[in-house]
């Protein structure tokens, strides 16, 4: 594949088979809209919007390494196009291809305001921390004009739960107002992802996404507002941002950063034939070894759903990102306490209101 073939301001280079063939379909033509990231050129591709009507909004997440036990997602697909994206595979369960579709294919849940202020009235409901992008950003591109997901957030505001977001996209500056507020009970936290300190790498790998000034701006923001915020390094990928992890943890400790994650790349399912497709067209001078590095993270394969070693990989190479994480946090981020989130006032508020006693 040759350099210029690459299609700007998309992560995936191409449309991947979806594996459950029988339930693709063709949208109509008038659910077309185009929506362009700030600064980027527009390419021929277009974004189709589609509205669907949802009968749950909140997700028991079952994995056991994950990390959390309920996601909400306003949105299916994103059009970040991270090109390692894990959501991806989740596509093809709606009839898309893992690959541009993914990226080219929102799905709007526009009820999902309403479905979440029923569960949290629900009588059989015990609080327990939601977590808002388990699988697609919640912030990403739509969101500036739908707001799905700030008026999420004044549910969780008013109902007083305990709510997560994962995001990469500075557009949570936005919602500061509610943040703060959230936060003054310990009812929020935030994970911002930032997997490079380099921007070249960062247009490559998450075309769509905001720039790592914006995000990086956005840590110090939120921290001075004192709403607690963490920085996801996820994913690792070795020789494109393992060399990244002192200094990139180096700075977001300095902006105010209370906390660092970060799993190392697996390319499951459909995953793999994206991936391996963007790097052999966006880096063909390394792409095999990045490749056969990614391999060894994994027991020789690109594939990886062992539970327990999946996220963190295993040999050497795994051991090495495992040991700079460590002397990281030691060196910048030893002082940082992050507190559980407050899981007691919701019962007082399932009404809406302060119950009187």
Request: glycine letters at 6%.
């Amino acid at each position: 594949m040759k350099r210029n073939d690459f299609i700007k301001g998309r992560g995936a280079q191409h449309q991947v088979k979806n594996r459950f063939d029988a339930l693709s379909y063709e949208m109509r033509d008038d659910f077309l809209n185009y929506c362009a990231a700030e600064g980027e050129e527009a390419t021929s591709s277009r974004t189709t919007l589609i509205d669907t009507f949802p009968k749950t909004i909140v997700n028991k997440v079952t994995s056991p390494d994950v990390g959390l036990e309920y996601s909400l997602n306003p949105y299916q697909g994103c059009e970040h196009g991270c090109v390692y994206c894990y959501a991806r595979n989740s596509h093809e369960y709606w009839g898309y291809g893992a690959g541009l579709d993914f990226e080219q294919k929102i799905l709007i849940k526009r009820n999902a305001v309403e479905l979440l202020e029923q569960k949290l009235r629900s009588k059989s409901w015990k609080a327990v921390p939601i977590v808002l992008s388990g699988n697609t950003d919640c912030y990403q591109p739509i969101e500036r004009k739908l707001e799905i997901t700030r008026r999420l957030l004044q549910v969780f505001l008013k109902y007083r739960h305990p709510v997560g977001i994962i995001t990469k996209n500075a557009l949570i500056q936005r919602d500061i107002d509610v943040l703060q507020e959230l936060a003054q009970d310990n009812l929020v936290r935030v994970n911002l992802s930032i997997t490079s300190l380099d921007e070249k790498t960062r247009q490559l790998l998450e075309p769509r996404t905001a720039s790592i000034k914006k995000r990086l701006q956005t840590v110090e923001l939120l921290a001075s507002k004192g709403i607690p915020v963490s920085v996801m390094m996820a994913p690792i990928i070795p020789s494109i941002n393992s060399h990244e992890i002192l200094p990139l943890v180096k700075e977001i400790s300095e902006r105010g950063a209370c906390g660092v994650g970060y799993t190392v790349v697996r390319l499951n399912g459909a995953i793999g034939e994206v991936f391996s497709a963007w790097i052999r067209k966006a880096m063909p001078s390394k792409a095999e070894k990045v490749l056969n590095q990614i391999a060894e993270c994994h027991n020789g394969n690109l594939n990886d759903s062992r539970f327990g070693t999946r996220m963190k990989g295993d040999g050497n190479i795994a051991e090495q990102v495992a040991q700079q994480f460590t002397i990281a946090r030691k060196l910048y981020l030893n002082d940082r306490q992050r507190s559980s989130l407050n899981c007691e006032l919701h019962e007082q508020y399932k009404d809406g209101q302060m119950k009187l006693f």
